[in-house]
C-alpha cells in the first residue's frame, strides 16, 4: 500500500478506491402498507473524500456535491446478495453524528438482497405499527452472501485500496413518511426532465451533454423550482418519478439539495431489469422447450422477436415502468388520498396517467387486462410486452384487494415542453391509442390530462384545485412576472379578486 501511495504522489495521482452505499427510492404511505425497497452498490471515490462529511441523501462528500455528473457513476457496480441491518430512527434532527447514533425505533437485523443487490421488505415486517410522521431509514453492511462477490472484494483489496467496506458505519438513509390511515389530503406526483428541469436530450449531444453537466449547472424550468417549494409548504408528500436510468440518482438528489426542495421519493429505471428479463425468457424458452415447439416454430419466433424488441425497448421507453411506479405507489397509499400529477408531452405521460385511472376505477375488464396492455400501440410501437403486461396486471389486482375500485386522481396537468402535441393532439393520440372517445373517458370519470404551458399557467390550475391557496398564488404571479416580465400584464388579469 505504502509503495503504491508513492508511486502514485511521485506522479500526483489521487488514490481511488470504492464505497459502498445503499440507495433509497423514499417512501410514503400507511404503516400497513408501505414497502421498503432499496439497493446496494459500489462507486469509485477518491481516498481524501473519505475522511469527509457526506450527505447522507445525495451520498456525496460535501465538497464536491455541486460538482458531481452523472457520467461519474455509470460505472456504478451493483453488489451481489449483500447482508444489511436495516434501522428506523426518528427524523427530528438532521445533525450527521446524531443520526449516525441514534438509538433505532425498530430493526431488522440481518437481511440479504438479490444478485442484484435489491431488496425489499414490508415496512410491518420491521414494526408492525408506526406512528405518522417523518422518520429514516439505515443501513448497515453485515457482509455478503455470494461467493463471487467474495472474490471480487479479495482481488480489490489485494490492489491496496481502501474500499471502505466497514461494518461500523451505516452506508445510507432513506426517507419513510407515514401518513394517517385517514389522510385525505394530496399526495403530488411529477416527473423531472422538462417538467422541472429544463434537461437537452433531443439528439445526442444533448444526451452526451446532460451526462456531463455538473449539479450546479442544472437549471430548472423558469419558477418551477418556486412552485415546488411552495407546495412543500403545505407538507403534501412530493414524489418524483423519472425513466433516467439509476446511476442518475445522486445528481438528482444533488439537485434537489441545490434548489432546497424537500423530496419525499425518487424513483428511477434500474437498468439491470430489461437484461436481467432477457435472460430470464431465455432460460424459460430452453427450459420449456416443448411447451415452446407444441405452439408451432411460426407461433414461437413472432412471441419471442416481439418480446425481445419489447423488452429492448422499455431500456429507453418509459410506459411499463411508470406505470408500474405509479401502482406500486398506490398500493401504500390511503384510500381517499387525493394524487395530482405532473408531466410533460416529450413521451408518454399523457397516456400513462390516463391508463392508471382505467386501469384502477375498473374501466377495463378484469380478465382483458393483461391482452388489452399487451396490444397497446402508442405513437406506432409496441408499447407494452407480456411479461410487464402480467405485471401490472398484479399490481392492480393489488390495489383492488387494497382500495377496491377507486380513481385516486385528481387533476393531471402535462407541460406543453414540445410544440406537439397540443392538447387536441393529446386527446386524438389517447382515442387511437386506447380505443375510447374523449366523452366515453369522461363519463368513465377520467380526469384526462390537461396541458400548460409554464409555471403560472400550473400554479392557476393547482389553485383551482385548491392545492394552492390565493396568497401564495398572487406570490407565484409575482415571482413569474420578475422572471419573466412579458407575462405581468396577463398574470395581472388572471389573479384572482
Known sequence: ??????????????????????????????????????????????????????????????????????????????????RIQI??????????????????????????????????????????????????????????DSIRQNFLDLAFLTTGMNPLFS?????????????????????????????FLNTKFEDRQGLLETLLERIEN??????????????????????????????????LEGVFKRFQIPIDGLYL?????????????????????????????????????KFLNATMQTMVDQTAYKLKVLLFLRKMQPTFAK???????????????????????GAIEEDQIVSFLYNIRFKGKDAINRDLAYQIYQLVKENYQIHGKINPIYGAFIHRAYLLPDQNGIYELLEETLGKSVDEMKNLKIRLPVVYENMWELALNLYQKNVLNKNDLIELGKYYSKINPEYKEKIEKEIPK
Not at 509503495?3 to 410514503?28: D, H, Q, S, T
Not at 425505533?105 to 417523518?134: H, M, V
Not at 437498468?271 to 415452446?292: A, G, L, R
Open 269 to 305: 429505471k434500474k437498468v439491470t431489469n430489461p437484461v436481467s428479463n432477457i435472460s430470464t425468457k431465455i432460460i424459460n424458452v430452453i427450459t420449456n422447450i416443448n411447451e415452446y415447439l407444441n405452439q408451432g416454430i411460426n407461433e414461437m419466433l413472432n412471441r419471442s422477436v
Open 1 to 82: 500500500m505504502e509503495k503504491e501511495k508513492e508511486l502514485n504522489n511521485e506522479f500526483n495521482l489521487p488514490i481511488v478506491g470504492k464505497k459502498r452505499i445503499a440507495l433509497y427510492n423514499g417512501f410514503v404511505g400507511q404503516s400497513d402498507r408501505v414497502e421498503i425497497k432499496g439497493q446496494i452498490v459500489d462507486i469509485p471515490v477518491l481516498e481524501n473524500y473519505l475522511n469527509e462529511n457526506w450527505d447522507i441523501f445525495c451520498m456525496l462528500p460535501q465538497s464536491i456535491i455541486n460538482r458531481f455528473r452523472a457520467v461519474q457513476d455509470i460505472n456504478m457496480g451493483i453488489v451481489r446478495n449483500p
Open 339 to 361: 394524487e395530482i400529477f405532473i408531466g410533460d408531452n416529450t413521451e408518454s405521460d399523457f397516456l400513462i396517467i390516463t391508463l392508471y385511472q382505467l386501469l384502477l376505477n
Open 87 to 144: 434501522d428506523i430512527i426518528p427524523y427530528e434532527d438532521k445533525n450527521i453524528d446524531k443520526l449516525l447514533n441514534e438509538k433505532p425505533i425498530a430493526s431488522i437485523p440481518n437481511f440479504t438482497a438479490n444478485t442484484f443487490g435489491i431488496f425489499e421488505i414490508p415496512l410491518k415486517r420491521i414494526i408492525p405499527k408506526l406512528e405518522s410522521g417523518k422518520y429514516l431509514i439505515r443501513t448497515h453492511l453485515k457482509g455478503t
Open 218 to 251: 442544472k437549471q430548472p424550468i423558469p419558477g418551477m423550482d418556486e412552485l415546488y417549494r411552495k407546495i412543500k409548504h403545505y407538507e403534501y408528500p412530493l414524489i418524483f418519478i423519472s425513466a433516467s436510468p439509476s446511476f442518475f440518482h445522486r445528481v
Open 167 to 195: 461494518q461500523d458505519l451505516p452506508i445510507g438513509f432513506g426517507r419513510l413518511r407515514i401518513l394517517p390511515n385517514n389522510y385525505e389530503n394530496f399526495v403530488i406526483i411529477s416527473d423531472i426532465d422538462k417538467t
